[in-house]
């Protein structure tokens, strides 16, 4: 492999005079050039299409003016992001630039070709034991939008050695401002299977921190909205991750890769946009695990159907002169095969009064009547049919449903008999009953039990792809909701067993699985990290041990050594300590994050102030102000994100900031693998046992 790029290279690259035979850059170019004219002319001729004599109504034309401003917006030049990346020279003479998006000349053909497309499949799989029909794989490096650079892979050269780009380092090591970014040049081969994997499977990804997960999992939604465009237009797709900040910082990535309609949001919005009740409460951890617990979904069940009742009385119908008298012996055996089917309880419930006719029309046709659909229609409207319904089966709302159950202990008790010990009954009841459902503080864990109870009663319409991210945190009744919105389609379950905080985090992605209703899906396992250097993230993995045992150490992609520092501070200058090194970071480029408990933010706050260090301080919100590189994170928000100089303050606070040691570790470990170049511990109280053990160098 060899990489060209003007300030290294013996021949370094003139502008090409007219007619002057040009060097490799140049060539490349005028390719780019050619290229982003291409791009222009595709433009125009869209922005020129005349529409007034296609469409003959105003309807359709608005239809369609929205479609081309789409596809006008959609063929932008976007001046920071390069047209192509990469380009393939195949033994059979075809040669393809790759990129964002396709780019065809005036005759149509081909000038850049999607990543996604078939044929670009090998420049992300290719290697020299399998070429895949490639002799060259050449890679572009831009500056500011500039081609100034190349590097080469000749796949069947034996004399070539193969070796980790250059060009991945650099983009890799690139400073980061700002939201996350696409990784589409730099795709490995492992993350590309998953990336291309088909969208009927269901795949799980378990991976260590800064695997590329999250990459992975959007590039997989916008390779799938490409490969089955029509179908996910119907379906839908949606990503979901762990709050509202990390939520802002992907948000621009799908948008990169020209994909502009996929919804992102959290479990707890989805529920509460689906159920319209407003989280307003919190629950204690006892309460949150009960509720979240699988066994909720049955207790549920019985709730939605504990409103049916047998039918004492018979139904009468008066059609004319005639009475149609169903016995209520029979109105018995209708109810209970419609509660042995197990379809949605609002399905039987409509249902029910046609059953309740269509006995009527089997008395009136043995009578020599002939009744057609008609009749069956009207008598199913018939008042007495109508009262026996609103009597047998009556309407449930699901929100009044919860509340009941969480106020009325004989309901509950009820309804959770030989499934909830008396303790957790306990745990779960309201100590003051709201009064209804609009002054009712409900949790995000009620919401979520509102939306089974809505699903019970009438089925949640099913997307064609939704990609779960941060999956490790979630309830066994929170993948049931998720599951419930890919019950025809399929998912993509990211995760790492090892940063599971809640009381509940997943212990296995088998069980994970099953709840969400996929239990045949894929595991795949990712350990190559990309964010992480070398030095830190074992320094890191000393905490595995104690909170995840079964997982195996990620390596790192990147030796960066002295990126790690830990530092102790003097007794009462741990504030100190931590804005210095807070200061030292700005000096070098990149985005800087200072880490603490949540309780000990405000104090950091008030102590940046006092140091004249300008920062944001992320809240669930997620804003971050643009220009300001320091961020001082709470520990719980951090999740997910990353920046290229982590400040950590005092790890044991860390650790204390949570209910039980293990998911204080957790939390660490989580804090502990953020930082992309370098990363400052400091502390005042002794590290945690579990981090200063085995360090063997002082610290
Ligand atoms: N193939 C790649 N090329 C370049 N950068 C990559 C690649 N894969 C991952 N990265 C970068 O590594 C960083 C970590 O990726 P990502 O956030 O997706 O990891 P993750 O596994 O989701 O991490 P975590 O478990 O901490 O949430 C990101 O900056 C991402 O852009």
């Known amino acids: 492999m060899s990489t060209h790029a003007p300030d290294q290279s013996a021949h370094a690259p003139s502008r090409p005079s007219a007619g002057a035979p040009a060097g490799p850059l140049e060539r490349e170019r005028a390719h780019l050039a050619a290229s982003r004219a291409a791009l222009r002319a595709m433009r125009h001729d869209v922005e020129s299409l005349d ?88 890679r572009f490096g831009y500056t500011g939008g500039e081609l100034t650079a190349y590097e080469d892979e000749r796949l069947t050269d034996p004399d070539e050695a193969e070796r980790v780009s250059e060009l991945l380092r650099r983009e890799i090591e690139r400073p980061r401002v700002g939201p996350m970014r696409d990784i589409v040049a730099t795709i490995q081969p492992e993350q590309d299977e998953i990336v291309r994997s088909g969208i009927d499977g269901t795949v799980c990804v378990q991976g260590a921190p800064g ?29 979901i991750g762990p709050n509202r900040s990390f ?71 008066v059609r004319g002169s005639r009475r149609w008298r169903i016995p209520a012996y ?86 959770s008999e030989g499934i909830l010990t008396d303790e957790e009954r306990k745990a779960v009841l309201w100590a003051k009953p709201p009064r209804g459902v609009r002054s009712a503080k409900w949790s ?10 809505q699903d019970l009663i009438r089925r949640t319409p099913s997307l064609g792809h939704v990609v779960l991210d941060e999956a490790q945190d979630l309830s066994p009744m929170q993948y049931r909701a998720v599951g419930r919105r890919c019950t025809t389609g399929s998912a993509t379950v990211l995760g790492d067993l090892a940063q599971g905080t809640t009381p509940w985090a997943t212990a296995s992605w088998a069980e994970a699985l099953s709840h969400l209703g996929k239990p045949d899906a894929v595991v795949e396992e990712l350990t190559r990290g990309f964010r992480v250097p070398r030095e830190i993230i074992s320094y890191a993995s000393r905490l595995l041990p104690h909170i995840a045992p079964g997982l195996s150490e990620a390596t790192s992609v990147r030796e960066a050594a002295g990126s790690l520092r830990v530092r102790q501070a003097a007794d009462g200058g741990l504030d100190g300590a931590v804005t210095a090194a807070c200061r030292e970071a700005l000096e070098r480029e990149g985005s800087v994050g200072l880490i603490a408990a949540d309780a000990r933010v405000p104090v950091l706050a008030a102590a940046l102030e006092d140091a004249g260090l300008p920062h944001t301080v992320l809240g669930p919100g997620g804003e971050e102000a643009p220009g300001v590189r320091l961020t001082l994170v709470p520990a719980t928000l951090v999740k997910g994100l990353e920046y290229d100089h982590v400040v950590l303050d005092e790890p044991a606070a860390v650790v204390d900031g949570e209910p039980d040691e293990r ?37």
């Not at 039987?348 to 002939?370: F, N, S, W, Y």
């Not at 009620?446 to 089974?452: Q, R, S």
Request: net charge neutral; charged share 25%.
């Open 51 to 138: 529409i007034s004599d296609v469409t003959t109504n105003w309807v359709n034309a608005q239809v369609l003016q929205h479609q081309i401003e789409a596809r006008i917006e959609a063929l932008a030049d976007l001046s920071g992001t390069p047209l192509f990346f990469g380009r393939l020279d195949r033994s059979d003479g075809a040669r393809y630039y790759i990129g964002r998006r396709h780019v065809h000349d005036a005759d149509g053909d081909p000038m850049v070709i999607d990543w996604r497309a078939p044929v670009s499949q090998p420049f992300y799989r290719a290697s020299k034991r399998d070429p895949q029909g490639v002799e060259l794989r050449r």
């Open 211 to 239: 695997t590329g997960k999250t990459a992975v999992g959007l590039h997989r939604v916008a390779y799938l909205l490409y490969a089955h465009r029509e179908r996910l237009a119907r379906t839908g797709t949606l990503v």
């Open 247 to 317: 939520l802002r910082y992907i948000e621009q990535v799908l948008p990169a890769l020209g994909e502009l309609a996929v919804r992102q949001t959290t479990v707890e919005d989805l529920v509460t946009g689906a159920t319209g009740v407003e989280v307003r409460g919190a629950d204690d951890p006892e309460a949150a695990r009960v509720k979240g617990d699988a066994r909720m979904a049955e207790v549920l069940r019985r709730a939605v159907r504990a409103g049916v009742t047998m039918p004492s009385e018979p139904c009468v119908v």
């Open 330 to 415: 029979e109105l018995e055996e209708i109810v209970r095969e419609l509660l042995d089917r197990g379809i949605r309880y609002g399905a039987a419930r409509e249902a029910l009064p046609q059953r309740i006719a269509h006995a009527v029309l089997t008395r009136m046709e043995k009578a020599g009547e002939a009744p057609d659909d008609r009749v069956q229609d009207a008598v199913a409207r018939n008042a007495a049919v109508k009262a026996v319904v609103k009597a047998v089966w009556p309407e449930v709302d699901p929100a009044k449903l919860v509340l009941r159950l969480l106020s009325d202990a004989d309901f509950l008790a009820g309804c």
């Open 444 to 453: 995000a864990a009620d919401a979520v039990l509102i939306d089974e109870a």
């Open 663 to 699: 998911t204080g570790l957790r939390r660490l470990y989580v804090a502990l693998t953020r930082a992309v170049s370098g990363l400052t511990v400091v502390h005042a109280a002794p590290l945690p046992r579990a981090l200063a053990a085995g360090s063997g160098d002082g610290r």
